[in-house]
C-alpha cells in the first residue's frame, strides 16, 4: 500500500511537504505520481517522477513551485510545495505507475489521500 503523510493547514505563501511511502513492494522501476483533488473539481496530476532517470512532469499551475523528488533506497517520495495559494487547497493523492512512463491508467497503487488546507 501507499500511506501519504504531511498534509494540513497552512496559510497562504507557506510551504509543506508531502510524504507518500511504499509498504510490500518497492518503488523501483516505478514512476510516482502526486494527484489532488477539490471539492467540486476533477482530480488533476499535479506531478510526476519517473524512475529510470528522475525525470520530473509538473501541471503547469504548480510549475515553479512544487518539487517532486524521491529516494528509492527509502521506499519514499516528497512533493515540496512552495508558495501555496487557496487554489492548493484539496486531497492529495500519490500513486504509481509501473510502465515508469507516467501514464497512470493502469496503475497499481494509489494512497489514500491527505488534505491540504490553505488558508489564513
Known amino acids: 500500500q501507499l500511506v501519504e503523510s504531511g498534509g494540513g493547514l497552512v496559510q497562504p505563501g507557506g510551504s509543506l511537504r508531502l510524504s507518500c511511502v511504499a509498504f510490500?513492494?518497492?518503488?523501483?522501476?516505478?514512476?510516482i505520481g502526486w494527484f489532488r483533488q477539490a471539492p467540486g473539481k476533477e482530480r488533476e496530476r499535479v506531478s510526476c517522477?519517473?524512475?529510470?532517470?528522475?525525470?520530473?512532469i509538473y501541471a503547469e499551475a504548480v510549475q515553479g513551485r512544487f518539487t517532486a523528488s524521491r529516494d528509492n533506497g527509502a521506499n519514499t517520495a516528497w512533493l515540496q510545495m512552495d508558495s501555496l495559494t487557496s487554489e492548493d487547497s484539496a486531497v492529495y493523492y500519490c500513486?504509481?505507475?509501473?510502465?515508469?512512463?507516467?501514464?497512470?491508467?493502469?496503475?497499481?497503487?494509489w494512497g489514500q489521500g491527505t488534505q491540504v488546507t490553505v488558508s489564513s
Open positions: 500513486a504509481t505507475d509501473p510502465s515508469d512512463g507516467c501514464f497512470f491508467d493502469d496503475s497499481d497503487y
Open positions: 510490500g513492494f518497492t518503488l523501483d522501476w516505478r514512476a
Open positions: 517522477i519517473k524512475n529510470r532517470d528522475g525525470a520530473t
